[in-house]
């Protein structure tokens, strides 16, 4: 069974910084990985989607890899924003693409 | 893009009361449905998939006669949360595979908001 780990659990950053959340994970045979943003009390929302055969997504500041040798993937932000407080989740498709594995999310703060 | 809509976004039930969640494939056919609830402080866990026209297949530990999941159609998937008790609360997501985007993409819903009073 796939397990998923989401490193820091929480980050608080000052606005304007650099930041890298990581995830990690145990069976390399994944189908795709997607982050999300959850708000407090609200939704996901799907940030970027990286098929299995690609390395790595970008959009906007936002810039996501995958290596599945290590097993982990990173989202990048650049300059980050009071706007971008969140949690970000990670999540892994398995190989046949149907059931998705969550990590626990890392809690972002970035301060004005 | 494809779109996957969720309704109610948040609810709120007196316990013993039964509510239903609606999930809509709004521009593509969804073929399979999958439902993930989240508690408090912990990752999302899948519930259970269901295949348009058949019966769902629920997940180890979650009880298919609580959770009852309809997929009559090609575009709509319902989860109805029967007697609902306080610790039903919980946020409850769904996700659509679809007949289009790379391999199939899964698209997920915004998510719905279950309290229980």
């Known amino acids: 069974k796939q397990e998923v780990t989401q490193i820091p659990a929480a980050l608080s950053v000052p606005e304007g910084e650099n930041l890298v959340l990581n995830c990690s994970f145990t069976d390399s045979a994944i189908y795709n990985l997607q982050w999300f943003r959850q708000d407090p009390g609200k939704g996901l929302t799907s940030l970027l989607l990286?098929?299995?055969?690609?390395r790595e997504q970008t959009s906007g500041r936002l810039n996501a890899s995958l290596d599945k040798s290590s097993g982990r993937s990173t989202l990048y932000i650049a300059a980050s924003q009071p706007g971008d407080s969140a949690t970000y989740l990670c999540?892994?498709?398995?190989?046949?693409?149907?059931?998705?594995?969550f990590g626990t999310g890392t809690s972002l703060t970035v301060i004005p | 893009g494809a779109v996957v809509s969720q309704h109610p976004s948040w609810v709120i039930c007196k316990s013993g009361t039964s509510v239903k969640i609606e999930c809509r494939s709004l521009d593509f056919q969804a073929t399979t449905m999958f439902w993930y609830r989240q508690f408090p402080k912990q990752s999302l866990m899948l519930m259970a998939t269901s295949n348009e026209g058949s019966k769902a297949t629920y997940e180890q530990g979650v009880e298919k006669d609580k959770f009852l999941i309809n997929h009559a159609s090609l575009t709509l998937s319902t989860l109805t949360v029967t007697s609902a008790h306080p610790e039903d609360s919980s946020f409850y997501i769904c996700?659509?595979?679809?007949?289009?985007?790379?391999?199939?993409?899964?698209?997920f819903g915004e998510g719905s908001w279950l309290t229980v009073v």
């Open positions: 990286i098929q299995s055969s690609q």
């Open positions: 999540a892994f498709a398995s190989n046949t693409g149907n059931q998705f594995y």
């Open positions: 996700s659509a595979r679809g007949d289009r985007g790379p391999g199939n993409t899964i698209y």
